[in-house]
């Protein structure tokens, strides 16, 4: 009788071991996708995960903002430097303006040398480096 018995509960383990296999397999997988570190466990204890996640987004946002901001400057830079060189390329090949051809020109010459001015030095980036005492390259 004891052999019967130990045979129907081990048929009976066997049939519940794969009647809960799927439910097992749900949470293995649930525990594998998202392993977390001590710190990411404290930080959602105490709330500071999302404020964490928000701040790594905003940092992201703004260095992509800053190289945005650097590659439309240095187009700006390109293009006020071209639209100088041919306005006098331009007075180059055309000797001498009309009176009002000449103040023309000068408007628009004018226009670019006061929007290079607004758009001026902000960061210092255009005055070369003053050289600090004690750091000579030698």
């Known amino acids: 009788m004891t052999c019967a018995v130990i045979a129907g ?3 009976l383990l066997a049939l519940a071991w794969i009647a809960a296999w799927p439910l097992l397999g ?3 997988n649930r525990l594998e996708e998202a392993p977390m570190s ?6 959602r204890y105490f709330g500071t995960l999302a404020i964490s996640n928000h701040l790594a ?8 903002a800053l190289e945005q901001l650097t590659e439309l400057r240095a187009a700006v830079t390109d293009m006020n430097s ?9 007075a180059a090949a055309q000797g001498e303006f009309t009176p009002e051809a000449q103040q023309v020109f000068d408007d628009i010459k004018q226009t670019v040398a006061a929007a290079d001015a607004k758009v001026g030095d ?6 070369p480096a003053e050289p600090v005492p004690g ?3 030698r």
């Open 26 to 28: 749900r949470l293995d």
């Open 57 to 64: 987004n905003l940092e992201e946002t703004m260095a992509t």
């Open 82 to 90: 071209d639209l100088t060189a041919k306005l006098d390329q331009l």
């Open 9 to 11: 509960l081990t048929l």
């Open 135 to 137: 750091d000579e390259v």
């Open 122 to 127: 902000a960061d210092g980036s255009d005055a």
């Open 38 to 43: 001590l710190r990411d466990h404290i930080r």
